[in-house]
């Protein structure tokens, strides 16, 4: 933009410290400097959950981790910035800093975040459904196990990045109007946080978000280089633009959390389940974030994939001196998810039971509801499972695998040639929302709506406020107004993520756009369709009920030689009705989840379901693991667009992929030590399996079109499929998230000295 300045944000270089002393008088001076703050000039806490605002713009009085923002400049060129931000003095006192839910248990004296009512405990739930101890009673077996899931970060192509442009207005007791441009996933709560922390009326700030190039969860949150480009350029009267370093998206992190995870589980002779106790510790990091709800799903999930009679969870989350961790794709399932299909893996095991058999016994049931009260709707897994099963050729493989044990013949039927490199097969389920049944901010608002204008040539322009962020939900929409309008996709335009001409949506997380925006699209083109076939009918005189639409015409469904253009038909339309224009909205229905304190966390309009089964190939010698392919059935409802369904289902495959064998976050001594793209291990192209895409299509009757999510749900069967795949190949269980080769090889050392693994 003309006039444009930058911004950087000092950060702090502790983990754990008290602020004594900030001296920017050096900064100021610099030629070229136009704006600096501090914490002082943006007192107001902000936070994307009503329960945790724990952030500030600028850290006041203490900062909880290496990264945490402390002052933010504004200057003509980076050159600048690069010599400003040396001159400023920050005087701290450190504090002992805590890296670990260990150390955060530990040590309840070392107080890091004032949302912690009790030492460094951010949330503690605990419910139970069902009588627990009857349900174990009536087990046959009962096994207990404990997990590890490492947190890592989304590393989205795209850094975060925003521009703020500051429009005085002398005559406006406001003083003029902001519009922020920013790469977020959520542009009705980022305007809602900026107005809040810069004191603004909501009627005067703007968020606009531009199609962003990679989020996964991760551009959820307000964030507080938002905040301070937005002051900065009220303060300066000119445009502040602020671009994160590929550092700083892993300091600004709200990735997957760190979870430690104990399950105990009762199942009868049979394998059916009786009764399951689950208990979660998550390291949330140094502030709030999503964290109360991600607590929640660790446990309120586990019930939406196999039926449990009785169930118990306690989950706690615990304040620590790292990044604040958040939601990452699969938010609050991928480690539960995790842990359970490996634990019901043992369990088969120990019982002799074929873990596909173990399944299919306790699948849910379509249209039902939970044991903690979720209400069910279509359910494909048991299709799903049959379908990897049969395109993967598990039995045939684990019946040769038998014969190998046997000594009856070589691997394969190859030769008898001794290798050290065994194959395994591992399979896993899992299940996912279409969007969160509650909003953020309770309310009785709609979730999301749309509304759709025609203009007198026949153009679409449809409005919505959702933000796409690579999963194609723009060309949903199209396909959607067109499909119910019988129009071809290309006189649609829309017009999305921009809080002044948008109407809300909630934003692109929890994979709820397709499902709740685009039942909102159908609502207002049904509208604008009933006003065209009632001129439309009048005009080919017949009632509109015999009407149908289809590229770009309507049709008498009893003589289709009667039609009438779509363009003629708006024209006709507008001269009766005026400007064309609906609205559509979507909220979730009621009914669909239980009443007791946290059930709103968890329900969802649809549940979405898939299966994976992982071919891997171990080296005893090394540990080495490579996984050569997988099978992933999805469970989509009905596809809109296959193409860009396999898209995303294939996408979720290779992020699981890259979680299960290298990605994780390091720190020492406070710091990350691989903040950047060329140290932290991420799954590569000449690393990837082939991945063969199942599509299972059973209509959702809720769902636009029949349509549930597929954007998210798919990553979780993978990572515990590569688990037990590893286990079937080489005999070795490693209970924790990254499965890497030094720890197989470790395994399996502890194995043949007789020590054991799990």
Not at 573 to 587: D, Q
């Amino acid at each position: 933009l003309p006039r444009m300045l930058y911004g950087r944000i000092l950060r702090s270089p502790h983990a754990h410290a008290r602020i004594l002393s900030i001296d920017t008088s050096r900064a100021k001076k610099l030629p070229g400097v136009l704006a600096i703050i501090t914490g002082e000039d943006l007192p107001q806490k902000f936070g994307i959950l009503p329960s945790s605002q724990d952030e500030y713009a600028l850290a006041i009085d203490k900062v909880r981790y290496v990264g945490d923002p402390v002052v933010a400049i504004a200057a003509l060129d980076p050159d600048i910035l690069d010599e400003a931000i040396k001159l400023i003095q920050v005087e701290y006192e450190l504090l002992p800093a805590l890296m670990s839910i260990d150390e955060a248990l530990a040590h309840p004296e070392v107080k890091i975040n004032d949302e912690a009512r009790i030492g460094n405990i951010h949330k503690a739930v605990s419910y139970e459904f069902g009588e627990i101890e009857a349900g174990f009673a009536e087990a046959d077996y009962i096994r207990e196990d404990w997990f590890y899931y490492e947190g890592n970060n989304h590393a989205p192509l795209e850094a975060h990045a925003c521009v703020a442009q500051w429009e005085p207005n002398p005559s406006d007791p406001i003083g003029g109007k902001l519009t922020l441009w920013t790469s977020t996933q959520t542009p009705h709560y980022v305007h809602r946080e900026l107005s809040k922390v810069l004191g603004i009326p909501q009627s005067h700030v703007r968020v606009i978000a531009p199609h962003v190039g990679g989020g996964f969860g991760g551009k959820s949150d307000p964030f507080s280089h938002e905040i301070c480009a937005s002051e900065l350029s009220r303060r300066t009267g000119r445009p502040v633009k602020i671009t994160c370093t590929r550092e700083e998206v892993f300091l600004l992190h709200r990735g997957r959390h760190p979870v430690k995870m104990w399950i105990k589980t009762g199942v009868r002779r049979d394998g059916s389940l009786t009764a399951m106790h689950f208990r979660s510790f998550l390291d949330g990091g140094a502030y709030g974030s999503y964290g109360i709800a991600s607590t929640y799903y660790t446990g309120a999930l586990q019930t939406v994939t196999y039926t449990l009679p009785c169930y118990k969870f306690e989950g706690m989350r615990l304040f620590t001196n790292k990044p604040p961790c958040g939601p990452k794709r699969g938010h609050g399932t991928t480690q539960p998810r995790y842990a359970v299909e490996v634990h019901l893996d043992k369990i088969a095991f120990d019982l002799g039971i074929d873990p596909v058999e173990l399944r299919r016994r306790n699948l849910i049931e379509p249209y039902s509801y939970t044991v903690n009260g979720l209400r069910i709707t279509s359910c494909a897994l048991g299709e799903c499972l049959d379908r990897v099963v049969e395109r993967s050729g598990w039995n045939s493989f684990h019946a040769d695998k038998q014969i190998v044990a046997a000594g009856l013949h070589a691997e394969n039927g190859a030769s008898s040639a001794v290798t050290t490199v065994k194959r395994g097969m591992g399979l896993a389920a899992s299940s996912y929302i279409c969007g969160a049944g509650k909003p953020i901010y309770w309310n009785e608002l709609p979730h999301s709506a749309v509304q759709i204008r025609l203009d007198r040539s026949g153009g679409v322009t449809v409005y919505c406020g959702a933000t796409d962020i690579g999963q194609g939900s723009t060309s949903i929409l199209a396909y959607i107004v067109a499909e119910e309008l019988g129009i071809q996709i290309g006189r649609i335009h829309l017009q999305t993520a921009d809080t002044a001409l948008t109407p809300v949506d909630l934003g692109s997380y929890s994979s709820r756009v397709t499902f709740m925006a685009g039942n909102a699209a159908i609502a207002a083109a049904r509208k604008l369709k009933e006003q065209l076939f009632q001129v439309a009918a009048e005009r080919m005189q017949v009632s509109p009920e015999r009407l149908y639409a289809v590229n770009d015409v309507i049709y008498d469904e009893d003589d289709p030689g009667v039609t009438l253009s779509f363009e003629h038909a708006v024209q006709f339309a507008e001269a009766r009705f005026g400007a064309l224009v609906a609205a559509g909205s979507y909220t979730p229905p009621e009914g669909i989840h239980g009443d007791y304190k946290g059930a709103g966390v968890g329900p969802s309009p649809a549940y979405s379901y898939s299966t994976c089964v992982a071919q891997v190939a171990v080296d005893e010698e090394t540990g080495e693991i490579v996984v050569e392919k997988l099978w992933l059935a999805h469970d989509v409802g009905q596809s809109i667009n296959p193409l860009l369904v396999a898209g995303q289902v294939e996408g979720g495959a290779y992020m699981g992929y890259g979680e299960a064998v290298m990605e994780q976050q390091i720190f020492r001594k406070g710091r990350h030590k691989i903040p950047s793209l060329l140290d932290y291990k991420l799954a590569t192209t000449l690393d990837t399996p082939e991945i063969e895409t199942i599509l299972v299509e059973i209509p959702d009757r809720e769902g636009p079109f029949g349509g549930k999510e597929a954007g998210q749900g798919p990553l979780n069967p993978v990572i515990p499929a590569i688990a037990n795949a590893v286990y079937n190949a080489v005999g070795v269980r490693v209970d924790e998230v990254p499965i890497t080769s030094d720890k197989v090889f470790k395994a399996l050392r502890n194995q043949s000295q007789g020590k054991g693994m799990g």
